[in-house]
């Protein structure tokens, strides 16, 4: 006869349930949260440098002469198995080629005239790129955790529509006043109400991004019989041959040309040269595509400058198409600067679901007369911490000291001083406190450092500050409300 579990089992049991919820929610409101900052990748990346060289269009002849001198310059330093060009845009008035080698690689930056300087170093933008990417994880793990919770994401966006029967019926009913849980209830299925058709679609295709390597592999698996390389052709287009005999890179000029008979007076973005001066390399030539949600197309050449492929992100397949969407859609790169804060603002609005989210089921356990109080004191060290270490990832970037250690230390500690702390007020009012001086330390470490010369600089400065104070003022009114 089997013995019913000990109350002390019991108990271990559950608490270890709520730490994994706690710890769920952590993770998405790590990936929301720093999602929300890498829409506007390009104004961080003009922020952390200033002072570059500003490239506003470049001539075709400028771009093949920056592309020889690059290449050439790739092969002294054993950097020359790829080249990527990364063209001047509106948003991002800089030009850059990264070249690519077995061990390394390096990006450098590209003058107005075609001229190619010193390495490029964002090591801010890398690390937040890396944090919403795939956790700061190594190889492919970080990335399929994303992936997975963003599937996750998904589920809880639609059992939490099912589990509120009146929640379209009460879309505009916020009371303010009352208690606590209530408004916080209120806020968290307003804005999952509001926001909705953003929520599932982020979730989706940060799903499906997070996942695509797995799926490349069910893919080969199930229609190619195993072959990754034939499912990865099917998405890419053709891949470099094994010809390793040494041959000029192709002619940008007369590509450009050729795609421009396809799509006239079409933007290059991009231009890669895959297994760059040997015979069995491909060039691609990405351009930008107004009017298709894609906002891409991609021509792949061989190396003797013959078309060979056209992605088909505007006009080729359904599967195609849908593919080319996923990404634009993710990151609201689909409709300019205005659409990017639009995309800010509801990505602030889910990173406030997930917040509210872990404080009202903490609130309720409390209510019934369960509360868990470690875990009452680590859920505001993790909604003040994060954006606490993101800043202090940006302080160390300045200074020189690598991001990722900064974050993670700055996150360990908050978490063990809630745990010393018995107070949840206590971790809030710290987290809250030292949250306020570092938007302002952060920004005017930058403004002395770098002396911006780029405008975007000086206003995200300025919005930083703004936070500040509007934190500041909150803290006032939240004061005010409590007395």
């Not at 990936?31 to 003009?46: K, M, N, P, W």
């Not at 078309?307 to 992100?313: D, N, P, R, S, Y």
Request: glycine share 10%; aromatic share 8%.
């Amino acid at each position: 006869m089997m013995r019913a579990p000990s109350n002390d089992f019991t108990r271990r049991m559950l608490s270890g349930h709520g730490w994994l919820g706690l710890i769920f929610g952590a993770v998405l409101y790590v990936i929301c949260l720093s999602g929300t900052l890498i829409v506007l990748v390009d104004q961080v990346g003009r922020w952390e440098r200033p002072n570059a060289p500003v490239v506003h269009g470049m001539p075709i002849p400028v771009l093949a002469t920056a592309i020889d001198r690059a290449f050439a310059r790739a092969r002294t330093e054993d950097l020359d198995h790829d080249l990527i060009v990364r063209m001047p845009s509106d948003e991002y008035p800089r030009m850059s080629i990264f070249a690519i080698g077995d061990r390394r690689s390096v990006e450098w930056s590209v003058d107005a005239a075609g001229r190619v300087g010193d390495p490029i170093d964002l090591p801010f933008v890398k690390f937040v790129q890396s944090l919403h990417f795939d956790l700061t994880a190594p190889g492919p793990i970080g990335r399929y955790l994303v992936g997975i919770f963003g599937t996750l994401l998904l589920a809880s966006l639609g059992t939490g529509i099912l589990a509120h029967r009146r929640i379209f019926k009460d879309a505009f009913r916020l009371r303010w006043g009352g208690s606590q849980r209530r408004s916080n209830a209120d806020l968290h299925n307003r804005i999952g109400v509001w926001a909705l058709p953003f929520h599932l679609v982020v979730s989706l295709t940060g799903s499906l991004l997070g996942l695509s390597g797995l799926i490349i592999m069910i893919v080969a698996l199930i229609a190619y019989r195993g072959d990754q390389q034939k499912a990865i052709a099917s998405l890419l287009g053709p891949q470099p041959t094994a010809d390793a005999r040494p041959a000029p890179l192709p002619d940008v000029a007369a590509m450009i040309a050729r795609v421009r008979q396809d799509l006239p007076g079409a933007s290059v973005t991009q231009v890669f040269f895959h297994e760059a001066g040997k015979a069995g390399q491909i060039a691609q030539i990405a351009v930008a595509a107004p009017g298709h949600l894609a906002r891409n197309e991609t021509f792949t050449f061989a190396s003797d400058g013959r078309l060979l492929a056209k992605a088909g992100f505007t006009d080729g397949s359904l599967g195609m198409r849908v593919y080319g969407m996923i990404t634009p859609l993710h990151y609201g790169t689909y409709g300019g600067f205005t659409l990017k804060l639009i995309y800010v603002l509801l990505g602030t609005g889910l990173t406030l679901i997930v917040a509210t989210g872990g404080t009202i089921w903490l609130a309720r356990r409390r209510e019934q007369g369960r509360p868990a109080t470690r875990l009452e004191r680590a859920w505001p060290a993790i909604l003040w911490g994060q954006p606490m270490a993101i800043l202090m990832a940006a302080l160390a970037s300045l200074a020189g000291i690598a991001a990722m250690p900064v974050f993670w230390g700055t996150t360990i500690v908050m978490l063990a001083v809630s745990q010393i702390v018995r107070r949840p007020d206590a971790v809030r009012l710290t987290g809250r406190a030292a949250t306020i001086l570092l938007f302002i330390l952060v920004a005017s470490v930058h403004i002395m450092a770098t002396r911006p010369l780029d405008p975007i600089a000086w206003i995200i400065d300025l919005i930083l500050i703004t936070i500040a104070a509007f934190l500041l003022h909150r803290w006032r009114i939240d004061g005010k409300t409590a007395e």
